[in-house]
């Protein structure tokens, strides 16, 4: 048996969590390293006026392309994107020696009609609840064959996480199983015609949760907040990423892959179909996503959060929502101010608890603007 | 093969499966006229020679410039960079400082001594051009280019026009106005100097076979003042033309007034502090808002000291005092008598009332027309007689340096058609790439770095130059601010972006191609493309 060179970094002991000590946060810093201005900073994809060993995954003509052409995902899809983002850095991180186990879900449905494959990695799918049980049985396959060099990512939707695969996800946390999981929400059942799913936040009108009544859409006060509950199984490492920060969602899954055991990132993917935006529009919806603090970015190691990134251009949730279909109901036949005002609540109680404006900004939301950044 | 249970066909890549069939719009790369180009009254590629600078390639951001300009230390001191007015970077936080990264690439190039290289062809012709100033060494230098033999002829005992005669040092180096002006002799330019031209019918007898005229405008324009016998008066051009070339500066005695609201008003009073006047005051019949003078040329002369005097004109003047009467404007902004005087010490006048031009050489030349004090031009920069062609300040335009050297570009590609007998066709210009075509999200934020200037009161009893150039770092800096508006700057958005790896990279210079199997036409590319430079359009 050969031991195989790893990129862990040594000073990282997940065992220690099951020896009873109290485990220590390991990063003090974000994962994420802003690139030198430089014109675009970290912000474009690659620039030419970097060097070669600082620049994005993603701008690399030799990248892994995890999720080749072909594909059926429709136009401007952003879970395409991220997986293709995530598993790439996963690949370049681990040498390209990776294991992906996909729940059942858009991903798994537009990239694999039998007989075709759009994965470039070796890839396993199973079924839509136990994604993370398998994983869980691949690294723990790898382990006793002394193959821990070879990593084991799982990932899926939000509804193979949130809710289908909830149990077996608990379970993996709990156990400490050296496993990455990738969360990529966007927060509903997509494949099968959009359906909310545990994910979805309030308001949002889905095939289930009709714009009709009262309290139109999605109803307050239900749903789930993984990463939260990720961060309550105290693992090593649980972040959030947006499919439209690139560099951080690299960085992320770079210090995942750098840390052994039960590790969870959770990205955001717009999906133009069942939110009712343009496939052009998915990046911008994202950043919007971030900027207005409704979708917080940070990263926590066992159960603290340690970093988040800031809101660099603040807008109002109302920014956020009045370009997507699935909130039109909340500006016509008549504004919904109140229910506007209770997501606004929201995204402000995000800015308070991961201190997205650190630079003593506004409290309040800026006015309503044209919606572009 | 032997397949499994329930196996009946072989693995394939999803590659089989052409998903280009979908699309009904495509995206296609595209170059736009960024603004500043746009702008520019030398038509520079402004965005071209930043792209260069950015990288630290300072050499190959000057020979791009110099491809239009040859003087980028001097426009970088001059230039009133309307560029920097129509910078989209401005909408973002403040306008990038070409300016300053141009004087930066000017000085770099002057002191590593870069040097155009003459043309390896030449054409036979002999091309005559009159005044040795902004536009007639711009057309000398382009026509020397385009392989033609060149003669610059000038009735001044110095080359520069008005960057010498009409530009004070502190604002113009003269050891850079002369170094830029040898480069072009360099090239194989002659320059004949105290050679009035006369008689242009002479000079196509001497064998020239196309004149371009760029006399420049040098005569000050006078204002009926009634003035006692021992009043001194005298004129703006005339009087910073006398600083320029005569060993005894005139002296204007303690207190001088300057008439008028222009450049050159404010050019004259910096110029009289600087010899020794203990006032200079400007007084101008309307107020701030209405003054031509450029708002920072303003600035500076009140940090100097300089005062201003609104709403007044001057109606006698007499040895040491002068009466003014006080103006207030009407609805339609023009300055109206109010029949309220007051007297203003004064030891003497300058009249900075505007230009006209000599043009007395042109007298009898057929077919050439005048209006207005100035030589009608076609689009071709010829006047009305074939073969002659003008531009500069004895043209219809804005008087800047800057124009000058457009028209010496302009009238060098016309004449260079006219004496080979084609057509001169400018390439066509591309949709201008206005700020709603950008991304702006990507462009990291950076503060617009600042020139240092001297300190009004120290700078204002010498000679020395007013505004510094920028360090290597932070013109780099600067030039990496801006945000190549409508062109590729290979920041490889488009082969991030796209969900369907349908952009593929080819190289720096070639950029990205897309791969229209694949590419389903969301339009994630062209959205978050930084500067604006891809387009979507309909299938076929």
């Known amino acids: ?373 | 093969m032997q397949k499994p249970f329930a196996i009946t066909l072989n693995l394939g890549s999803s590659l089989a499966n052409h998903t280009g069939s979908w699309r009904t719009e495509k995206p296609v790369y595209v170059d736009l006229l960024p603004p500043c180009n746009k702008a520019c009254p030398a038509g520079e590629n402004i965005q071209q020679w930043l792209f260069h600078a950015e990288e630290g390639n300072y050499e190959a951001a000057w020979r791009q410039l110099t491809q239009d300009n040859p003087f980028p230390a001097i426009m970088g001191r001059v230039c009133y960079h309307p560029c920097q007015d129509s910078c989209n970077r401005a909408e973002v936080d403040e306008s990038v400082g070409i300016n300053a990264v141009e004087r930066f690439l000017g000085d770099q190039a002057l002191a590593e001594g870069w040097s155009f290289t003459a043309p390896t062809e030449l054409s036979g012709k002999q091309v005559l051009v009159i005044g040795a100033g902004p536009s007639g060494l711009s057309a000398a230098y382009h026509l020397r280019r385009l392989g033609h033999e060149v003669t610059v002829r000038d009735a001044g005992p110095m080359a520069g026009g008005m960057m010498r005669f009409g530009i004070p040092s502190y604002r113009l180096p003269r050891t850079i106005l002369d170094a830029e002006v040898k480069r072009i002799t360099d090239m194989g330019v002659a320059i004949e100097l105290n050679a009035k031209v006369e008689d242009l019918e002479a000079a196509f007898a001497e064998g020239f076979d196309a004149i371009f005229c760029a006399v420049g405008a040098h005569i000050g324009k006078r204002a009926y003042i009634p003035a006692g016998e021992s009043a001194r008066i005298l004129d703006a051009v005339a009087y910073l033309h006398a600083v320029e070339t005569e060993e005894e500066k005139p002296m204007l005695g303690r207190r001088v007034v300057i008439y008028g609201g222009g450049n050159t008003a404010i050019d004259a009073a910096r110029t009289a502090k600087r010899l020794g006047a203990e006032e200079a005051i400007i007084v101008y019949r309307r107020n701030r808002d209405k003054m031509p003078a450029h708002d920072f040329e303003v600035e500076e002369a009140l940090e100097e000291g300089i005062l201003l005097k609104w709403l007044s004109t001057i109606k006698h003047v007499d040895d040491g005092k002068m009466v003014v009467e006080k103006m207030a404007l009407d609805e339609t902004g023009f300055p109206q008598p109010t029949g309220e005087f007051e007297e203003l010490e004064a030891d003497s006048l300058i009249l900075a009332l505007g230009q006209e031009a000599d043009l007395g050489f042109l007298n009898g030349v057929e077919g050439i027309a005048i209006a207005d004090g100035v030589v009608t031009v076609d689009g071709s920069m010829m006047t009305g007689r074939a073969g002659i062609f003008a531009g500069g300040d004895m043209v219809p335009a804005e008087r800047t340096v800057t124009v000058a050297v457009g028209h010496g570009k302009k009238a060098a590609r016309n004449i260079d058609a006219y004496l080979r007998g084609t057509p001169y066709a400018p390439a066509p210009k591309a949709p201008v790439a206005t700020f709603d075509k950008l991304t702006t999200w990507y462009y990291a934020d950076a503060p617009h770095q600042h020139r240092a200037h001297l300190e009004g009161a120290r700078r204002a009893s010498t000679f020395d130059e007013v505004v510094t150039g920028l360090d290597e770092q932070t013109a780099q800096f600067e030039a990496r601010r801006c945000m190549s508006c409508g062109n590729c700057f290979s920041c490889d958005n488009c082969f991030g972006v796209c969900p369907d790896n349908a952009v593929k990279k080819v190289d720096i210079a070639k950029g990205y191609a897309i791969d229209y199997d694949y590419c389903k036409g969301c339009g994630l590319c062209v959205a978050e493309c930084p500067c604006g430079s891809i387009h979507m359009v309909p299938e076929d």
């Open chain 1, 1 to 373: 048996m050969t031991t195989h060179d790893t990129t862990i970094d040594p000073s990282i002991d997940p065992a220690g969590y099951h020896r009873g000590l109290i485990p220590e946060v390991v990063h003090h810093e974000p994962a994420t390293k802003p690139v030198k201005f430089y014109q675009v900073g970290s912000f474009a994809v690659g620039n030419r006026l970097l060097p070669l060993e600082v620049r994005s995954v993603q701008s690399d003509p030799n990248r892994t392309n995890a999720l080749t052409s072909g594909h059926r995902a429709c136009q401007g899809c952003g879970e395409a994107l991220g997986a293709r983002y995530a598993l790439d850095a996963a690949m370049h991180a681990a040498d390209g020696k990776i294991v992906a186990v996909n729940a059942t879900g858009c991903l798994e449905v537009f990239s694999t009609p039998y007989p075709e494959t759009s994965w470039r990695v070796a890839w396993l799918h199973s079924l839509f609840g136990n994604a993370p049980a398998v994983a869980s049985g691949v690294a723990a396959a790898y382990k006793a064959m002394g193959r821990e060099d070879i990593r084991v990512v799982a990932q899926g939707g939000d509804g193979g996480t949130v809710d289908i695969g909830f149990g077996c996800l608990s379970g993996m946390f709990e156990r400490n199983d050296d496993v990455l999981y990738i969360c990529y929400d966007n927060e509903a059942y997509m494949n099968t015609g959009i359906q909310r799913s545990g994910a979805t936040p309030p308001a949002a009108r889905t095939a289930t949760t009709q714009a009709v009544g009262d309290e139109p859409g999605n109803v307050f006060g239900q749903g789930k907040d993984l990463p939260r509950i990720a961060m309550a199984h105290e693992i090593p490492y649980v972040a959030t990423a947006s499919v439209a920060d690139l560099r951080d969602l690299e960085a992320k899954v770079h210090r995942a892959m750098s840390m052994r055991g039960a590790r969870y990132i959770h990205v955001m993917v717009p999906c133009p179909l069942g939110w009712g935006t343009a496939a052009s529009d998915t990046l911008q919806i994202a950043r919007l996503a971030t900027q207005s603090g409704i979708f917080p970015v940070f990263e926590a190691e066992y159960g603290e959060v340690v970093a988040s990134s800031p809101i660099r251009r603040q807008v109002p949730v109302e920014d956020y929502l009045k370009g997507q279909k699935r909130f039109a109901h909340l500006f016509k036949p008549k504004r919904r101010d109140d229910v506007i005002a209770r997501m606004q609540a929201q995204a402000d109680r995000n800015i308070r608890r991961y201190n997205l404006l650190p630079q003593g900004g506004s409290p309040d939301a800026p006015e309503a603007t044209e919606g572009s950044l």
